[in-house]
């Protein structure tokens, strides 16, 4: 009897707001499932119900972290009624048309899989126009997506190389992107990301759908750092504004410049990440988003919090 085979989930897409639903799309083989867990005001500790709270929680701390973890949860919450289902349906070889839709609820006391009949729209967005038909196009059928790093995110795997996959579909979407398109491709720095090209959707040309850049593998956040020793701190200083000024010597801002835009490669040197522009709080100044006074704002900070981990 074929068993599934786990490795053939793909994230599509995920949709949570703050004190809203849990929404997720994914695609197992040919099955596309739309997940869903909503409030049950009848019963406060449902556990769709503790499930969102905690997803809430992280949201109003703004903490990147603490939601993927909260989602994290909403979506363990859904797999195992995802797994018997798609069991079923390879066992008997039906393959729907359209997604299946299943949502965890609690009914008598116990989380039970009904269906719903929410609609989510895949993609999110539309792709963009390709204002930039001199860089390297690679088109979307030439690529494997190995796995979701965050949500539209993707290590992928491109002509035998691995590669990250960054979508129009993040953050702050068409602006973003473009705005990274006008930066990337014409930084050549050891401490800046390296571009690749842009995504173009299959049969469709002159669009975008996301642009492809190095992928660093067995790299952590800076933010994630427990200890820095003096060295490093010295060392990662340096980089940090090396690459900075780089950027400024072309006429480029980096944007939004924090502990979470730096990656630390393996092999121990940082890394400059993240060019959608932008500013976060207690980093950047709201008034000084995507300018050169909020990249060396944002820089000291970076320092200051470097000299922080250091002195534990």
């Known amino acids: 009897m074929e068993s599934p085979d786990p490795s053939l989930i793909r994230p599509l897409q995920s949709i949570y707001r703050s004190h809203g639903h849990y929404e997720h799309l994914l695609a197992w083989g040919n099955v596309q499932y739309h997940l869903l867990l909503q409030f049950k005001k009848t019963n406060p500790y449902a556990a769709e119900n503790v499930a969102l709270k905690s997803l809430w929680a992280a949201q109003s701390a703004d903490d990147d972290h603490a939601i993927e973890d909260a989602a994290v949860q909403c979506y363990n919450l859904l797999f195992p009624f995802v797994e018997t289902d798609y069991t079923q349906r390879l066992q008997s070889h039906a393959s729907p048309k359209e997604s299946v839709k299943l949502q965890a609820a609690t009914r008598n006391g116990v989380l039970q899989a009904i269906p719903h ?147 630390i490669r393996e092999d121990g040197k940082v890394l400059l990440i993240d060019f959608g522009g932008g500013f976060t709080p207690g980093w950047v100044e709201q008034q000084n988003s995507d300018t050169v006074r909020g990249d060396w704002q944002g820089f000291e900070r970076i320092v200051e919090f470097m000299k922080t981990k250091a002195l534990r």
């Open 117 to 263: 009949n929410r609609h989510i729209k895949y993609p999110p967005s539309d792709p963009i126009d390709n204002d930039f038909p001199d860089l390297p196009i690679i088109s979307a059928s030439e690529i494997e997506i190995l796995s979701e790093i965050v949500r539209h995110i993707s290590k992928i795997k491109f002509r035998n190389s691995i590669y990250c996959l960054k979508s129009v579909h993040r953050g702050a979407g068409e602006q973003g992107l473009k705005r990274e398109l006008s930066i990337l491709p014409y930084c050549s720095h050891t401490n800046i990301v390296r571009f690749i090209g842009v995504v173009e959707p299959a049969g469709q040309k002159q669009k975008v759908d996301g642009i492809i850049i190095e992928y660093i593998w067995n790299a952590k956040l800076l933010r994630d750092a427990d200890f820095i020793t003096s060295v490093q701190c010295k060392e990662w200083t340096a980089q940090i504004r090396s690459a900075i000024d780089n950027l400024h010597g072309e006429g480029f801002v980096w944007g939004d410049a924090k502990a979470d835009n730096v990656l």
